[in-house]
């Protein structure tokens, strides 16, 4: 099982430019999540998933969209990036083990917007 | 609003030494969640707990509900340990997680 992969690992954007970045898993969980963490903050929820077909917004979902058209994959969108927007993005998956929900992450892409 | 204090923010450690890494958190929790992130690398579970204690190799975490607190303890140090450490819970939640944002261990030889 490859668990928690993200594509692209690296890339560079310009300002204005859009871009979009796959997570796939093969665990058949049934919750993903989009982070980014940011140098001196925690991890912060941009968008997550509940299931196939559905999306809702996080802590910071602002100029990112997001879409889980099959459930092993969730895509997160930048339309206009902003060199605000760069970051190390997580996504993760996550399946409920009684009161735990354990979350396994992907290894990371690193966006910077120049 | 849950929200999750991590100290120390860094950390520096002599090999062999004894390690302790504090979590504070202000709702209620179903889980509390401790994760390891080395340089540059990914990031992997260690341990999920509600209630007591957990041992796995040199690593202890512990939890106090009442008082809302959990403890990273880390016996016999190694450079190897050397990492990002994160606190995280469900504040109620059965599908989210809230971060603390990390204690930063350095072990040196």
């Known amino acids: 099982n490859a668990g928690v992969t993200q594509t692209p690992k690296f890339r560079v954007l310009k300002t204005g430019q859009s871009m979009t970045l796959l997570c796939a898993q093969d665990?058949?969980?049934?919750?993903m999540y989009w982070y980014r963490q940011d140098p001196g903050m925690g991890l912060r929820l941009i968008h997550y998933s509940v299931g196939e077909g559905t999306t809702a917004k996080g802590e910071v979902p602002d100029g990112y969209n997001v879409s889980r058209l099959k459930k092993q994959n969730f895509l997160l969108g930048l339309e206009s990036a902003a060199p605000s927007q760069t970051s190390v993005y997580f996504c993760?998956?996550?399946?409920?083990?009684?009161?735990?929900?354990?979350?396994?992450f992907g290894p990371g892409t690193r966006l910077t917007v120049l | 609003k849950n929200e999750v204090e991590q100290s120390p923010q860094n950390l520096t450690a002599q090999e062999g030494e004894f390690i302790t890494i504090n979590c504070s958190y202000s709702?209620?929790?179903?889980?509390l969640h401790w994760l390891q992130q080395h340089p540059g690398g990914g990031i992997v579970s260690l341990f999920m707990l509600s209630s007591g204690k957990k041992k796995h190799g040199r690593l202890i975490a512990t939890i106090n509900i009442q008082e809302k607190h959990s403890s990273l303890h880390i016996t016999a140090s190694h450079p190897r340990d050397s990492a990002v450490y994160i606190c995280a819970n469900s504040g109620g939640s059965n599908y989210k997680l809230t971060f603390g944002k990390g204690t930063l261990l350095t072990v040196n030889p």
């Open positions: 709702v209620g929790i179903s889980a």
């Open positions: 993760a998956s996550g399946a409920n083990r009684g009161a735990y929900n354990e979350q396994f």
């Open positions: 665990m058949n969980h049934e919750y």
